[in-house]
Structure formats: C-alpha cells, structure tokens
C-alpha cells in the first residue's frame, strides 16, 4: 500500500499547498496535463498524492480514503459532524485565509448586531409571513452559531455561489460566506454584522482517525511527517 495524500486539485489552494510541501523537500506536482487530476510526488518514497475537490477532501479523510488531506478548517466544520473525533489537526498551513461571515444590507440602519438581527427577523416574519431566509452553503455552521447565541427565527436557504447575489436578486434578506478582502460584500451592499464572525479558516493539513495502514505505511507517514515538522 501507500500513504496517500489528498490535495485540492486547482487555484490557489492547490498552487499554495505544493509550495507549503517544496519547501519542506517534498515536491508535489500534477503528473500529466492542467486537466489531469493524478499527482507526482519527488523527495520521499511510498507517498501517493491525489488531487480532489476542496470540498471532498472531508469526507475522503473521514471515510478513510485518503490518510492525510490539505483543505480548508471551514469546509471540515462544515461538512464532518464532529470533525475532531474523524480527523486530527496537524498543521495550520498560513495561507488561505478566509473568515466565515453573517452579513446583512448594508441599508439596514438598526441592524448591526445579533440581537438586532433577532428583534429585525420577528419583525420580518409579521410583516411577510415567512422566515427571514439567510443564504449560505456552510448550514451546519451557521446553525449552530445562531442556536448559540439564541437566534431562531430565520431559515436557511442553500446557496452553492455566488451567495452576495441573493440579497439583490431577493431570495434572501442576508447572507453567511466566506470573506477574505471583502471586496464581494462591499460591492453586493453588503455590511458584515459586528458580532458576525462565525469562523476563521485557513489551509490545513488532517490526518485520518479511520485510514487503514500497514507497518510499512506507518514507517512511511511518521518519517513524512518528521520532515514537515508535524506530528
Ligand atoms: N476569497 C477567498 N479567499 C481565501 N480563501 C477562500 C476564498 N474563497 C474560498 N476560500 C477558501 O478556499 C477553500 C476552497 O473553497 P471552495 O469550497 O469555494 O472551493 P472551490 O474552489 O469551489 O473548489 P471545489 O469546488 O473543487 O471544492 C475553502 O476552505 C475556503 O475557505
Ligand atoms: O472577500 P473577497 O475577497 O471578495 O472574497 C469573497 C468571495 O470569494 C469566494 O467566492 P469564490 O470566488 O470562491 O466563488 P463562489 O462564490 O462561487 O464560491 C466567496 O464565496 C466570496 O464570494
């Protein structure tokens, strides 16, 4: 068998990922074309690299599939129930830095904190007849950040892009996603509530709970991870 390591399989994450490993003298590369989703790995034997959806790469640590995995923290809170039991943190990587917000119009003066945003949604919800809807992809997370700070009267509806857009295309009243310039909120009018952070995220390296391993394996992963200076 081998070791094998999962990695997100385009744009920056990919590109940041394969620098995070060369300098560390572990070269990560694409083994054909752009369009060619197998990996190469130079420096280190019985290492396989496979390239995967960001968004996979969670369940692929979870289920086993892979042993180690680059990706986003917000996409494993968002997609593994109790993500810490499925898979151990090993290393925050420093790139890929992105905050997971609640924001809401940038016009609604009395609307700047969570309880604002409780009383503004009751209000809503007389007036309408229905929930304030709050577009996002990340449910999990935004639900429990709203359960704990007493919030309940809203609904989620799922948003897979272009999320900012809702608001102006009126199948939402507000919006939770990922910022890191804020650049797409401000240009969607769109003002980040001031007890809104639900999450910092960054590029970070997992390792399965669950991945099956031989005695070779295990020799393999503990020398890899000496060189990356994890354990
Ligand atoms: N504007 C941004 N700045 C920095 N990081 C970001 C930004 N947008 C998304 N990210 C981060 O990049 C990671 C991948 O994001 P996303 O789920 O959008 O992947 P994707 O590019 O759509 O890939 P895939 O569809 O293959 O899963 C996430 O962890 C997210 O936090
Ligand atoms: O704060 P900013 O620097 O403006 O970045 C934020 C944007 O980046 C991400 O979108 P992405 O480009 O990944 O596309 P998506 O909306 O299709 O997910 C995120 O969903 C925001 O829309």
Redesign the pocket.
Do not use: Q, R
């Given at each position: 068998m081998t070791v094998k390591l999962g990695v997100?399989?385009?744009?920056r994450?990919m590109e940041k990922t394969f620098d995070w490993f060369g300098e560390r003298g572990i070269e990560l590369g694409r083994a054909g074309s752009e369009r060619e989703y197998a990996g190469r790995v130079g420096g280190v034997e019985g290492v396989e690299l496979v390239l995967l959806?960001?968004?996979?790469i969670p369940r692929d640590l979870a289920e086993g599939r892979i042993h180690l995995g680059v990706?986003?923290t917000?996409?494993v809170q968002e997609k593994l129930a109790s993500w810490d039991l499925r898979v151990e943190m090993l290393a925050e990587l420093g790139f890929?830095?992105?905050d997971l917000v609640l924001a809401v119009p940038s016009c609604w003066a009395d609307v700047d904190v969570l309880d604002d945003l409780d009383a503004a949604a009751a209000a809503f919800r007389d007036r309408h007849g229905f929930r304030l809807r709050i577009a996002t992809k990340y449910h999990r997370l935004v639900r429990d950040f709203l359960r704990d700070r007493g919030v309940a009267d809203y609904q989620l509806v799922d948003s897979q892009g272009a999320t900012e857009g809702t608001v102006k295309n009126e199948t939402a009243e507000a919006i939770a996603d990922?910022t890191?310039t804020g650049e797409t909120l401000r240009a969607n009018h769109l003002k980040i509530m001031a007890d809104g952070l639900i999450l910092k995220?960054q590029a970070t390296l997992y390792r399965s709970r669950s991945a099956a391993m031989t005695d070779a394996d295990r020799a393999v992963l503990s020398g890899l991870l000496e060189r990356l200076a994890v354990d």
């Open positions: 997100p399989s385009k744009g994450l959806s960001a968004g996979e990706t986003g917000d996409l890929g830095h992105a990922i890191s995220s």
